[in-house]
């Protein structure tokens, strides 16, 4: 099977990655697809991956009209404008988030990447080659999630694991045709949570409360799902063209 190593680096509604962005190759095809999700990891067939992900494409859109309904629901969710002041007296703090949708398998096609170094069979034969790869993934948000009272907001409502990282790395055997390149491209599977969050802090003195943070808006939080032996929920496909991917 596949044995894996990976790193993961998250800044706050942010990832890095190690992978090349740009998966286009014309002639691309996969030829084998291997599936993680909720820690059981299956081989699938070509077939069914395009399957999965043409479905996911849907839920995706139907998903976005979801969020659009709630936004308008909530007069376009405008922030307040915000009092950064901080004193030394008594804070209270009564931020919230009020989770409006939560869909536990979501394919993320916008986040798929290449995560190995293309592989070229330049002999007159057929042959088997190893292909490593590399794959990290984290949460993605639509706001950057820095605030202290934010994040505890979010984690009473979805739980302390909303902003963990999963990394791995691992190697698949593959015979390659000849004068073909092969190598691992990667479909993230997350958790979507939706909804409304309010930072709310009052600083209370002399039997008096003075709010100084007042904030709402929509928050569209992706989290990641840890699968197989630390490899990210998800699809990796094996693909395969006569041209080198960009």
Sequence with gaps: MMSLIVSIFVFPGMLSFAESEDLKSNDSEVVR??????????EINPKEYDRILEGSEEKLQQIEGFKEKEIANNNGLISAPENNSVTPFAIINQSRYVQAGLISSVYRTDLKKRVSVPVYNGTTQKITRTISYSVSRGYTSNVSLSSSYAKSAVQATVGASWNKSYSSSDSISQPIPLKIYSWVEYTPNMKSSYGTTYEEVWNYYAGSNVK?????YFLDLYIAKKGNAGLPDGIYAVKEASKAPK
């Design 212 to 216: 100084i943070i007042d904030k709402k």
């Design 33 to 42: 697809a291997i599936l993680v999700e909720d820690g059981v990891e299956k």
